[in-house]
């Protein structure tokens, strides 16, 4: 699997789109982009998905560049209880290697 | 809802006990997971189990072994607990037969200290 890099933190004010950035340059081409979240206390919880088109949900939104080397996760208005660790991942097959995340604050 | 439960949140053991840590999951998922996560290690996986009876290996399997007797179980064995297995621990389920894509649904964690 692919490894992703990630900054190690973030601030976002309340009520403004958080963009959280994620490098996988040598990601092949079967290989999925995850992204989840864990809030402090809690197990890490399921946001987006992606192979090579833009996806959106209720949650956020997962921009991937053409070339699949980079991703961007957006909040489009944040709010104080998206304060936690994003993590971006690389997947195929069964194995979720989920590295140290972006731990994203949100601030009131 | 799937639901993934597991039997402590906290638990407190000595060096050198024996440590059972249960996961269930009420969805009837193939795939389960232990993972371990330390501070500045993010979530490392130690062992997987794809269907009953069967397990591969993760990244961290030196220390740990597990069981899967049944499909909705999976036990986290600590043979002998030593105090570098302190961390939190977290199962995961994952269904199969609709793709690569199938998100993990986690637990809420055990936090194990071993003194």
């Known amino acids: 699997d692919a490894k992703t890099t990630q900054p190690p933190s973030m601030d976002c004010a309340e009520g403004r789109a958080a963009n959280l950035p994620c490098n996988h340059s040598?990601?092949?081409?079967?290989?999925?982009v995850y992204w989840y979240r864990q809030i402090h206390s809690q197990g890490p919880q399921y946001i987006i998905h992606?192979?090579?088109n833009n996806e959106t949900n209720e949650m956020a939104s997962l921009i991937i560049t053409e070339d699949r080397k980079s991703s961007t996760l957006i909040l489009p208005h944040a709010t104080l209880r998206d304060t936690a660790v994003y993590y971006c991942i690389a997947v195929t097959g069964n194995q979720f290697y989920f590295g140290t995340g972006t731990s994203l604050t949100v601030i009131p | 809802d799937v639901k993934v439960t597991q039997s402590s949140r906290y638990l407190v053991k000595r060096t050198g006990e024996k440590v059972f840590l249960e996961c269930v999951q009420d969805?009837?998922?193939?795939?389960m997971f232990w993972y371990r996560q330390d501070p500045g290690l993010g979530l490392r996986l130690i062992y997987f189990?794809?269907?009953?009876?069967?397990?591969e290996k993760g990244d961290i399997p030196e220390g740990y072994s597990v069981s899967r007797e049944k499909k909705e179980r999976f036990s986290l064995i600590l043979e002998s607990a030593s105090t570098n297995q302190t961390s939190m621990y977290l199962c995961?389920?994952?269904?199969?037969?609709?793709?690569?894509?199938?998100?993990?649904?986690f637990g809420p964690g055990t936090r194990l200290t071993v003194t």
């Open positions: 189990s794809y269907d009953v009876k069967m397990k």
């Open positions: 969805m009837d998922h193939e795939n």
């Open positions: 995961a389920s994952r269904g199969t037969g609709t793709g690569v894509w199938n998100e993990q649904y």
């Open positions: 992606g192979l090579k």
């Open positions: 040598t990601i092949s081409g079967n290989e999925y």
